[in-house]
């Protein structure tokens, strides 16, 4: 029995206690977590020490991890220097330090300074620098929002709708004419200023969407091949040297024509129609045009490519997923029936092989390449056909005994599994490409150009060095 | 309004009467007296009440001591909680010393309610579980169906979701008895269908399954699932009876599957690719940078878990209600609150202006008075509500635990160190988890329930004694609300590799969506009609009862009803029923039961059906012979029934009438100019004629024994149920008939067979001071699918029928193939693309030398438990109480399945087990080691993407058994001395403590078996701690 107010007092304390706690209870939250990191900082009263560094040899971009002591994690106030060249750093725990080794890093030394005072320390070692061919960047930029503008500039400065068909200047290599997005513009990339400039709008030449350049025998006049969906369209213009390739005059008219090439030793110019897949021969002494025969059916859209010799043309189809070799009749000088050299007729695929083993993605603009290793071999035709594969993402290669290989892109497997991407680096490793639809190449210095469309940029293919 | 009319009318007789009385006090005599027990020990907080007169009462002091003001010749109540109740008339006394018995619980005088009424238990034919309420309450879940399990016999039950909100149990009593369209029971609350998962357990005055033709064929075509009935509490008359309850709840998740790190899922994707012949994803030296956590951006190693979940979350709990009353009227008022927490982290910026995190809070009151009109005619009113709110991140739930078995550990990071957040596929429910948990705005769903009856019971003695009639009307609305106030932060992706000068590379994904809003809902209205004729008496040894029932429903679609003018058409039923009781001097029994009953649902001459039943009980112990000899047995009773149920549900409206509707595609007539397309009309649903109800024809034999006044009972159940005439689409018609797949004609063609046992036990026993029972139940049930209509099969086997409902199927693993010699050797197993060393090997169940889809056989059990088991203790000594249940479950098995069991499946969605880590078959020439090639590994060669690939099958090598046994509650209570609490005007306080799903016993060590969640996704159950307090003034 709780008879004094004390007790009592003493037990409504108890009471008032525990109801305080039940509320207590009712005001809990859940407890925040506390993961912290491990601190290690770097002590400038230690020395820094490298132990080893790992791989030995490598080219750009190679991941190079340094092992030591006392470098902190401070990434910011890490630096390393190969072969005297600032190195990317990427991540450092203290005790390794993740970077990427610098272009032209040829010295291979290892240079690691930590913080302002700049206490630095070099690997006894040497890195063994190797160059190697790469896939680059020229020119071009899409904000990472997805945003681009049409430019015009210096290389670095510069932006493209979407780079297309390209064409090297047979008198000044210096000079590179390509079409600007879907038949845009005709734009120039000068490597005497490294600036590009736009030579000619569509609306200029009343074009509605130009499709290929090519230049004739002398050089001095460049051919604009137009594709337009009406009968009696303007089908190839030309721009001459003496005029700056400035005022276009209209030579042809034809359906959805696709193409203008030219014999690399008649000269003769070849055309062609989407809609019927006619092809036409133009003779520019007698200014008449003969329709040959058509190829495939109704819509076929295809781009004729002859070879330096000009004993034969491939013709890459890409709503057919096919490339057709015709061989030149010398006699008649013109071009033979063509028949299927290479891809699954209507299948859109991405296979190495031979004939019609291999698929195709959307075979675009084609390059004949001096393949030295034939020569030495003594075979009959010594040219690789390198053409960019839109659909597949990649810059592929044909043989002249038809096997298709893939040369450069789809590289980078990883994150996911698109094929398409924008990344330089190693051909087939790292490189991808977006819709790559031109190629040229520079026999001279041995450098392809890439029209890069969905990336709208100019890449290049090069031996780094 | 009426009813308000009527409470007026009532109160201005009863309240004024009231005052009058305390107002004459100047004539009233001063009581007082001394309230005992019977070892003379003084009863502290005893009521003393004047009878009759509402709200004039006392309670008891320390020393039992009480002292009133009474008019005299009024009756003085004297109750206090176990005790018989003891009234006295006072003339002129001023002294009245109570000595108060002990009220006895009998189980002969124990009370089930049942369809037609209350019943004393020892009267009954039928199967009944009456569950006392009491055990129920242990539980801390907000829905009175997690606590079935383990508690109930006839009811098997399983817990899917720990989501708040979304966490109930689906039950089956006695089981899955059929493949139709619905298999659940038929919950009356109150006598009206009604929602079981919102009900306040506090309100709950009894909980009874009826499982056996004999109960529940009056409720005709509805009862062949069995049914719940609840009933709520009602007030007692005397003073104002207070009761509170607060409960604080600690959740913590029962187990989460263990995930492998950064640098072993990297290392194991490799290699996936490798040991196929494939290019690795990780290069070397990457693998390094992600061990040493090198480059969080494009090499992170994010364990997604810690991300997303809390340690921890609060569920709360609090509860008040009154009760009492005069003669005259009585009350029973209550109100609840439930907030349950999730599990989610939230972003601290966003916490200020809502929450993401999952959550629910629930309002629930009640109301229920009862006024005697005269002194034959009862009028009870009764008003309940619940609004429910239910919180969630702007993804949802389902998105988030997508996400967390999906999204990889090295991926993507939280966020990029610039601060972007990254997304791949932002569109689907594969995102990163950060961000469905965190960042795209949030979902608020709240229902609203308004349930309203009036009973009026006429007593008709005065016609003929034991005549009585009742009248119940109902009327419900329920609805459903959600505004979706979504939002997408700009996300971005990283390129795979750095660009020349090493920074990174990004690509923005979508811009960012700013919080836009939708809403919608949907909403019915119930309403019921009943009348009841009873008629019980006994002629000398002959007693007999009778008991008809005429009743109606419907409930129709309120809002969002669309175009088609069905949705606006109200389901109905209607039914007749009756039961006829005789007994002969409480020995034998004789009992018939009958519903007559129709849907609206069904065509003209198919709409009503005759269901009968009848019961049979021999009751040993009322014998003459075991009167004399064999006391100590108080009850043996025999029990059989037999009788008809029907399950109206079939999923489909109006199965009787055809759709027919404008084909899509049409025909071009012309030819040129491609403009002359007609479609025509086609039967989009082909009438099936003659569709009705299935039926179950069952069979109960029961025993019910109790011995020695009740120490030791146990009661059990066979039963045997064929359900037949299950609704189905017709497997057998050929593609030659000309009919799609969705407009298969139907009919009540399959059937099915069901038996099992139910039963419970229980044993009491004191020790001392110390009160002993032990309590236990199990409830197992088969069944085999008697008759399906299939199309055909080459074999029987793989023919559902002849197994049970929802069995499992698969291949039978043979284990994994040794060597390629392994592979020449055995039947060809190139269903499924080519095997290698380390693939699993299958058993041509045909003989064919081929492995296909035809060797997939019935393997396991079903994913639903067929066995269902309690057994608990509870002890009182002194002010202490304690109780423990284990439950378990048993006779289920499911498949492990997804991205986590059949690691790169989806390529690199999907996390691995680290359990794949070190139990895996590894190629020697990977490993480097010949013993890594372990044809006996857990799991098979690794391989990358070959979703339905050779060792993505089910076989019994994915096969699981979902069977445990766990420790649920564990209660320990503390009854704060009356002595000392009355002193605060409290007749009894006690805290608790009870600890929910604290240990899980099972084979399966992954996570939780209970959910069966095939791939360890969704919310898992919790494991949970309440500590709580409850108050009676």
């Known amino acids: 029995m709780f008879r004094t107010m004390n007790k009592i007092l003493k037990k409504k304390w108890k009471f008032i206690c525990l109801m305080l706690s039940f509320l207590s209870m009712l005001c809990f939250s859940s407890c925040k977590d506390n993961a912290e990191n491990n601190e290690s900082n770097f002590d400038p009263s230690k020395p820094i020490e490298i132990t080893d560094f790992t791989p030995k040899s490598g080219s750009a971009k190679t991941r190079l991890y340094i092992y030591g002591k006392n470098f902190g994690n401070d990434v910011s106030q890490i630096s390393v220097k190969i072969g005297g060249l600032p190195a990317k750093v990427i991540g450092s725990n203290g005790e390794i330090i993740y970077c990427l080794v610098p272009k032209r890093a040829v010295e291979g030394t290892i240079e690691v300074t930590i913080g302002e005072d700049s206490k630095s320390v070099t690997a006894s070692e040497i890195f063994n620098y190797q160059s190697k061919t790469v896939v680059a960047t020229l020119a071009g930029y899409i904000s990472p929002t997805g945003t681009k503008e049409v430019k015009d500039g210096p290389f670095e400065d510069c932006g493209f709708e979407g780079p297309r068909n390209l064409v090297i200047d047979p008198k000044n290599k210096k000079h590179i004419y390509m079409i600007d997005g879907m038949g845009l513009s005709i734009r120039l990339l000068d490597f005497e200023t490294n600036t590009v400039s736009t030579i000619l709008q569509r609306g200029q030449g009343n074009w509605e969407n130009i499709r290929q350049l090519q230049f004739t025998r002398s050089a001095d006049t460049m051919l604009i091949a137009n594709e337009k969906d009406a009968d009696g369209a303007i089908a190839v213009s030309l721009v001459t040297r003496e005029n700056g390739f400035k005022k276009p005059q209209h030579l042809i008219y034809y359906r959805r024509n696709n193409t203008c090439t030219i014999h690399p030793m008649n000269g003769e110019l070849y055309y062609n129609s989407r809609t019927t897949g006619e092809i036409v021969r133009y003779d520019w002494e007698t200014q008449t045009s003969q329709l040959l025969y058509t190829l495939k059916n109704r819509d076929c859209q295809y781009f ?110 990883g994150v996911n599994s698109d094929a398409y991407g924008y990344i330089d680096g190693d051909l087939l490793k790292e490189a991808r490409f977006n819709q790559p639809v031109g190629i040229a190449f520079d026999e001279e210095n041995k450098i392809f150009y890439i029209g890069d469309a969905n990336n709208s940029r100019i890449r290049t293919i090069e031996i780094d060095e | ?83 018989k109740s003891e009234e006295v008339l006072v003339k002129t006394e001023t002294v009245i010393n109570v000595i108060m018995q002990e009220a006895e619980s009998s189980l002969l005088e124990e009370v089930v309610i049942t369809g037609t009424g209350a019943q004393k238990k020892i009267n009954l034919t039928g199967a009944v579980t009456a569950v006392d309420v009491g055990v129920l309450k242990s539980s801390p879940s907000a829905s009175i169906t997690n606590a079935l399990a383990g508690n109930v016999a006839g009811v098997l039950a399983r817990q899917t979701s720990g989501q708040p909100g979304n966490n109930t149990s689906e039950f089956w009593i006695r089981g899955i008895s059929t493949f139709g369209a619905s298999n659940s029971a038929l919950v009356l609350v109150d006598g009206f269908e009604r929602n079981l998962d919102e009900i306040n357990v506090e309100d709950v005055e009894s909980f009874q399954v009826l499982k056996d033709a004999s109960e529940t064929a009056i409720y005709g075509s509805r009862g062949a699932n069995g049914v719940v009935l609840v009933t709520t509490k009602h007030g007692k008359p005397g003073k104002i009876n207070i009761n509170t309850k607060i409960e604080t709840i600690y959740n913590t998740l029962i187990k989460l599957p263990k995930y492998a790190d950064g640098y072993d899922y990297a290392t194991m994707l490799n290699e996936a690719r490798i040991t196929r012949n494939q290019t690795p994803v990780y290069a070397e030296d990457e693998l390094l940078a992600i061990k040493y956590g090198l480059d969080p951006d494009i090499l992170p190693n994010v364990n997604w878990q810690d991300v997303i979940l809390r340690d921890a979350a609060m569920s709360y709990r609090a509860n008040v209600n009154m009760d009492g009353g005069g003669a005259n009227a009585r009350y029973f008022v209550s109100v609840s609150y439930v907030e349950d927490q999730g599990m989610y982290k939230t972003d601290k910026s966003i916490e200020k202006n809502y929450s993401t995190n999952a959550s629910t809070q629930r309002y629930n009151y009640r109301m229920n008075a009862d006024m005697d009109i005269t002194k034959f005619t009862l009028l009870r009113i009764g008003i309940s509500g619940m609004l429910k709110k239910v919180n969630d991140s702007g993804k949802g739930t389902s998105a988030i635990w997508n996400s967390l078995t999906g999204q990889n550990p090295v991926q993507m990071p939280i966020t990029y160190s610039n601060g972007y957040i990254p997304g791949f596929n932002v569109n689907s429910i594969r995102d990163n988890p950060w961000v469905a948990a965190t960042q795209t705005g949030y979902k608020q769903t709240w229902s609203n329930e308004v349930q309203t009856n009036a009973t009026l019971e006429q007593n008709l003695d005065f016609v003929t004694k034991g005549l009585k009639f009742i009248a119940k009307m109902g009327f419900d609305t329920y609805n459903d609300n959600y505004i979706n106030k979504i939002k997408e932060p700009e996300r971005w992706t990283a390129e795979r590799y750095r660009d020349d000068n090493g920074e990174i590379v990004f690509k923005r994904v979508n811009a960012e969506v700013l919080m836009t809003q939708t809403s919608g809902g949907t909403g019915d209205r119930r309403e019921f009609f009943e009348t009841e004729l009873h008629y019980n008496r006994g002629f000398g040894d002959h007693h007999t009862g009778t008991t008809l029932k005429y009743n109606q429903d419907s409930k129709v679609q309120t809002y969002n009803l669309g175009s088609d003018l069905k949705n606006s058409i109200p389901y109905r039923h209607q039914g007749l029923a009756g039961r006829f009781t005789y007994d002969w001097k409480r020995r034998y029994y004789v009992n018939f039961n009958f519903g007559y009953t129709g849907s609206e649902n069904f065509e003209k001459n198919n709409r009503f059906g005759f269901f009968p039943a009848y019961s049979l009980a021999w009751n040993i112990s009322e014998e003459q012979f075991v009167q004399n000899k064999l006391n100590w047995l108080e009850m043996l009773k025999l029990r059989y029934s037999w009788g008809r149920v029907g399950n109206d549900d079939v999923g489909t409206r109006f199965p009787y009438m055809y759709t027919i509707s404008e084909s899509l595609t049409g025909y071009q007539w012309a030819d040129f100019d491609f403009s002359r397309s007609y479609s025509g009309m086609s039967y989009s649903a082909v009438a099936s004629s003659g569709i009705t109800w299935e039926i179950a024809t069952k069979h109960d034999v029961g025993i019910d024994v109790s011995i020695f006044e009740g120490k030791f009972s146990i009661t059990a159940d066979y039963f045997n149920e064929k359900r037949t005439g299950i609704f189905m689409t017709r497997g057998s018609l050929p593609w030659i008939v000309g009919l799609n797949s969705g407009d298969t004609p139907k009919a009540n063609v399959g059937s099915v067979l069901s038996q099992g046992m139910d039963g419970n036990f229980s044993f009491k026993q004191e020790i001392g001071n110390l009160n002993l029972t032990i309590r236990g139940n199990a409830t197992y049930s088969k069944n085999e699918i008697l008759e399906k209509d299939e199309g055909f099969k080459d074999f029987s086997y793989l023919y559902e029928e002849g197994y049970r409902v929802n069995q499992a199927r698969g291949l039978i693993a043979l284990g994994l193939f040794e060597d390629w010699d392994d592979i020449r050797n055995s039947p060809e197993q190139t269903s499924w693309g080519s095997v290698w060393p380390g693939d699993i090997k299958y058993k041509d169940v045909d003989g064919n030398g081929v492995i296909n ?55 690199q969605w999907g996390n691995v087990l680290q359990d794949v880590v070190n139990n895996r078959w590894i190629s020697r020439d990977i490993s480097g080691d010949p013993t890594t090639e372990n044809p006996n590994a857990t799991y098979p060669r690794l391989e990358y993407e070959n979703i339905n690939g050779n060792n993505r099958q089910t076989s019994t090598f994915w096969l699981r058994d979902g069977s445990y046994l766990r420790l649920k509650t564990l209660e320990l209570g503390y009854t704060v001395p009356r002595n000392f609490v009355s002193k605060f005007k409290i007749n009894k306080m006690r805290v608790y403590f009870i600890g929910t799903n604290i240990l899980t016993f099972s084979k399966f060590k992954l996570w939780d078996p209970e959910a069966a969640q095939t791939d360890g996704g969704g919310y898992p159950l919790s494991k949970s701690l309440t500590l709580g307090l409850t108050v009676n003034l």
């Open chain 2, 1 to 83: 309004m009426r009813y308000l009319t009527i409470f007026i009318i009532l109160f201005s007789f009863v309240l004024p009467n009231g005052f009058a009385q305390n107002g004459n006090a100047s004539t009233a005599l001063e009581v007082t007296g001394i309230v005992t027990d019977k070892n003379n020990e003084p009863l502290i907080g005893a009521n003393v009440i004047v009878k009759d007169i509402p709200g004039l009462g006392v309670i008891t002091d320390i020393e039992g001591r009480y002292k009133i003001k009474i008019e005299p010749y009024n009756r003085l109540v004297f109750s206090y909680l176990g005790f």
């Open chain 1, 304 to 413: 004729i490519f002859f070879h330096p010799s000009g004993n034969y043309a491939y013709m890459t189809v890409p709503n057919k997923k096919l490339i057709v070799k015709a061989e030149y009749d010398w006699e008649n000088k013109t071009l033979k029936v063509a028949n299927n050299f290479v891809g699954s007729e209507g299948v859109e695929g991405w296979r190495d092989g031979q004939g019609t083993n291999a698929l195709l993605g959307n075979p675009m603009q084609g390059c004949f390449v001096k393949n030295e290793r034939y020569e030495k071999e003594g075979k009959s035709d010594i040219y690789d056909f390198y053409f960019a594969d839109q659909n597949a993402h990649c810059i592929r290669y044909l043989t002249p005994e038809g096997f298709v290989y893939t040369y450069a892109g789809r590289g980078s497997t």
């Open chain 2, 853 to 907: 889809d035809n060797d997939k056989v019935a393997i396991g059990a079903t994913t639903q438990p067929n066995l269902i088991y309690g057994l608990g203790a509870s002890a009182q000594w002194a002010n202490w109480d304690f109780n423990i249940l284990f439950q378990g479950s048993g006779k289920s098995s499911f498949f492990l399945s997804g991205g986590i069991a059949h690691p790169f499946s989806r390529g």
